[in-house]
């Protein structure tokens, strides 16, 4: 693999791994909700978007930023019994593929996968994408404001897949 044990890949991130990507994150969101049924588990079914963030979704549009890692992010509709656990980050193995291993990621076989989740105020009558778009505009957290400085890739529903949510596009 030509980025086996290379600190940063370039390889291109094919459709083939923004669907890996999907089977890898949804089962840890369901873990989670199985593990905290009575916290956490109250955002079971309240998926609005999932996503890849961060440099990797950059390196999905322009091709030159290089990859360390995937950040998939679950956009979750808000409860009014509080919020998705903010600091909640789980990681998993993207398992072998072009875009190899991270030397220092050891017990890898692939790429880290770091899963990630917020919860959002969702508008009447408002879609997914443009209550993705509203939050990242408004960047009132430090975390909205870190991903609206890159690209952020729909991923799910199957619907939007491929859709670059932020920014927006003319």
């Known amino acids: 693999m030509p980025c086996d044990g290379v600190s940063r890949c370039c390889e291109p991130i094919a459709e083939e791994h923004l669907r890996r990507l999907v089977q890898l994150a949804l089962p840890v969101f369901e873990g989670l909700f199985d593990r905290r049924p009575d916290t956490s588990g109250r955002y079971r079914g309240r998926l609005l978007l999932l996503a890849l963030c961060q440099g990797a979704a950059q390196h999905w549009v322009d091709g030159h930023h290089e990859v360390k890692d995937l950040d998939v992010w679950g956009f979750f509709r808000s409860h009014p019994r509080g919020r998705f656990p903010v600091r909640w980050r789980k990681t998993c193995d993207f398992g072998?593929?072009?875009?190899?291993?991270?030397?220092?990621?050891?017990?890898?076989?692939?790429?880290?996968?770091?899963?990630?989740?917020?919860?959002?105020?969702?508008?009447?009558?408002?879609?997914?994408?443009?209550?993705?778009?509203?939050?990242?505009?408004?960047?009132?957290?430090?975390?909205?404001?870190h991903l609206a400085q890159r690209p952020v890739i729909a991923l799910h529903p199957t619907s939007l897949f491929g859709l670059q949510v932020w920014p927006v596009r003319p």
């Open 96 to 145: 072998p593929s072009a875009l190899g291993y991270h030397p220092d990621d050891t017990g890898y076989a692939g790429r880290r996968v770091d899963v990630l989740g917020r919860s959002i105020e969702v508008e009447v009558g408002e879609d997914e994408a443009r209550a993705v778009r509203r939050y990242l505009a408004n960047a009132r957290t430090r975390t909205a404001w």
